[in-house]
């Protein structure tokens, strides 16, 4: 229906990746002006062109009314990686969903898996738009009736953050505000708020617990504290039901093959460790380099929590069923297992079968040693524990999913 073949060049960046890992990665990298102006006339004609194709926007639809027994959530940022999977979970489980993206990074290959999977009408809509026009989420908030919002969109790379902090801010905190100005006026009343364990910052004492001291260190750690306030906030002088979901390194796709991560290309060296191992495994790069071997932890190398995003997206839905008026529930969400980026590696060869290079190199600034959660709390409040702990097998089913998408959604 939507003509739309968008591929990743392979042949890009034989630049090195270097990690640990995605919340910690840094990037000296000019952005290259024309190329973007280019996408995002693309993005924007596409943007038009589906809004035009889109049923029920113009006319009611069940969308525009309250349903009893039906759960409505809107899902921001459900072309991106998690947003997409969480979409997946809900529909599977009788929810309708509404999801809201601009597509400046998820993937239209990823809403026409779902739509493919769910087509009957009334399940799921998709609405092309930017959580930063104020006039556009009020109409969406006013021809749709939520009963719930999972927010997920977002700009989410800290190395990123650190060059363009104000895209930070404004695609993070002030996206988050002009969100909840909308969910206020338009009367939803439960929020469910994608944050990370870069709220944290470089806690002293492991395993971080939800009382843990907030003292982020960059731009998109600092900007999600403040989206954090502005909810709290908010919900002290509302009847909202919050729930605010500290996630560590999320990892793993769809076990059934249907979805997977996909970034822009050129946000890739932008660095999340399975991302880089897959393109090491699959050739794109040369190799891995690991930064720091001399640091206080077994085997000298940093340590993370990594979190299956199938565990992930299951303690979103516990979240919802568990929010109510008036509460608010802030929980890590991770294994509570710290995995050090040797035994990540290891396990990213046998998931792979590929004897990646593997450079070992002097430590980045920055990183720290240690980051692990303690997920006793979601795990006595929401019944809520993470299954998929395995990380060669985690690793195993999103490299299924990568194998036959060299072009991300671009081609299967
Ligand atoms: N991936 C991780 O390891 C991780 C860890 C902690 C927290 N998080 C949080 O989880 C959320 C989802 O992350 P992800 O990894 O799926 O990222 P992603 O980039 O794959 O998805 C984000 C989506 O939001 C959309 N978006 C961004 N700005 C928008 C705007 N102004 N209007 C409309 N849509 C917009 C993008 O197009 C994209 O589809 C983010 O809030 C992120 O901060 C992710
Ligand atoms: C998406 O939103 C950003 C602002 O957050 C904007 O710069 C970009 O052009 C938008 N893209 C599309 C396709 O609308
Ligand atoms: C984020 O905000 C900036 C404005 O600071 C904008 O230029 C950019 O396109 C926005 N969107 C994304 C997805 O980065
Ligand atoms: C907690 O979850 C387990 C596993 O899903 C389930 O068997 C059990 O009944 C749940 N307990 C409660 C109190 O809901």
């Not at 999320?250 to 050129?266: K, M, N, Q, T, Y």
């Amino acid at each position: 229906m939507i003509p739309v073949n968008r591929s990743r060049s392979l042949t890009r960046g034989a630049s090195p990746w270097s990690f640990p890992g995605m919340d910690y990665s840094d990037s000296r990298r000019k952005p290259h002006i024309i190329g973007k102006l280019v996408i995002a006339a693309f993005l924007t004609a596409l943007c038009i062109f589906i809004l035009k194709q889109s049923p029920g926007f113009g006319g009611p639809s069940v969308f525009s009314r309250h349903e009893l027994g039906v759960t409505h959530v809107l899902v921001t940022g459900g072309a991106g990686y998690i947003g997409s999977h969480a979409a997946l979970r809900l529909l599977k489980e009788s929810y309708r969903v509404t999801i809201v993206d601009n597509l400046s990074r998820g993937n239209i290959g990823a809403i026409k898996v779902l739509q493919g999977l769910f087509p009957e009408p009334g399940r799921l809509q998709f609405i092309c738009a930017d959580l930063g026009d104020s006039r556009a989420v009020n109409r969406i908030f006013a021809e749709n009736a939520f009963d719930a919002v999972m927010h997920f969109a977002a700009v989410a790379y800290v190395g990123e953050s650190t060059l363009q902090p104000l895209r930070y801010y404004h695609n993070i905190t002030a996206n988050t505000l002009l969100l909840l100005e909308a969910m206020s006026a338009h009367g939803v009343k439960t929020l469910i708020y994608s944050s990370t364990c870069a709220t944290y910052g470089e806690p002293k004492q492991m395993p971080i617990t939800e009382g843990t001291p907030q003292v982020p260190i960059n731009p998109y750690g600092k900007a999600k504290k403040m989206a954090e306030d502005i909810i709290l906030d908010f919900s002290k002088k509302s009847n909202m039901a919050v729930m605010i979901l500290r996630y560590f390194n999320v990892i793993g796709s769809d076990p059934e093959g249907r979805l997977g991560e996909a970034p822009r290309p050129e946000l890739r060296e932008h660095g999340r460790i399975s991302g880089a191992c897959f393109d090491a495994a699959s050739g794109i790069i040369p190799g891995l380099k690991v930064r720091g071997t001399d640091y206080p932890t077994n085997d000298g190398t940093c340590i993370r929590d990594y979190i299956d995003v199938t565990d992930l997206v299951d303690a979103h839905v516990k979240a919802l069923d568990k929010a109510r008026p008036e509460k608010v529930g802030i929980y890590n969400v991770g294994t509570g297992k710290g995995r050090s980026v040797k035994e990540f590696v290891e396990a990213c060869k046998k998931a792979t079968g590929v004897d990646v290079k593997v450079d070992y190199l002097g430590r980045r600034p920055g990183d720290y040693a240690k980051v692990y959660s303690d997920p006793s709390k979601i795990n006595q409040e929401l019944n809520w524990t993470a299954r998929y702990v395995d990380l060669e097998e985690s690793l195993s089913i999103a490299w299924r999913w990568q194998k036959v998408h060299r072009n991300g959604y671009g081609s299967s």
